[in-house]
């Protein structure tokens, strides 16, 4: 017999998408802390790419009823695996911002050819990467991930006709995050 030997992220990433296939989550921040606090999840790392797309899906399918979640959530993995990691400092554009475009465009059925769903896609990319850039470096998954949920969710409530809520975030992953900005994080306990 031979074993295949999956990497951590192949191992998060399973994990990740097991979770969000047994949620009930109607509120991706919650489903999104939840899948941070996974045991596979590290504190910085490619696995967060998919993060913020599979949170959104899950709790878009969760809220409106659809049942088509287990190959939207496959397409996300699918695609967020073409983010490498490092992406933030390397292309300039941080796989959590990527993330809420891969779920866009997934919902909406966009393509190369599309017009508005490219556009409302891009949109979303671009309002995510802006706010992440304005932090500074250097990077935090976590505090992107935040950063980039709370622009993912203003667009869900206003592109699907759900109501998300908005929250108020406040780490607890700070302690094991080495380059933490600490006062200088808006999301850091004061």
């Not at 993060?51 to 939207?72: E, H, I």
């Amino acid at each position: 017999m031979i074993l295949y030997n999956m990497s951590k992220q192949e191992i998060a990433r399973e994990e990740i998408i097991r979770h969000c296939l047994a949620s009930k989550e109607i509120e991706p921040y919650e489903l999104m802390l939840e899948l941070m606090a996974l045991p596979t999840v590290a504190m910085h790392g490619p696995e967060h790419h998919i993060l913020l797309p599979v949170a959104l899906l899950t709790a878009l399918c969760n809220a409106t009823g659809r049942t088509d979640l287990a190959p939207l959530l496959e397409e996300a993995n699918k695609r967020s695996l073409q983010v490498p990691g490092g992406a933030c400092g390397a292309w300039g554009i941080c796989g959590a911002a990527i993330g809420a475009g891969i779920f866009s465009s997934i919902v909406l059925k966009s393509s190369p050819l599309a017009e508005k769903s490219w556009e409302l896609s891009g949109q979303l990319t671009a309002k995510c990467a802006d706010s992440i850039s304005k932090q500074g470096g250097p990077r935090c998954c976590k505090r992107d991930c935040y950063t980039a949920i709370l622009e993912a969710i203003v667009y869900c409530n206003e592109q699907f006709d759900v109501n998300f809520t908005l929250p108020n975030i406040i780490c607890h992953f700070f302690a094991n995050n080495k380059s933490c900005k600490m006062n200088e994080c808006r999301f850091f306990p004061s």
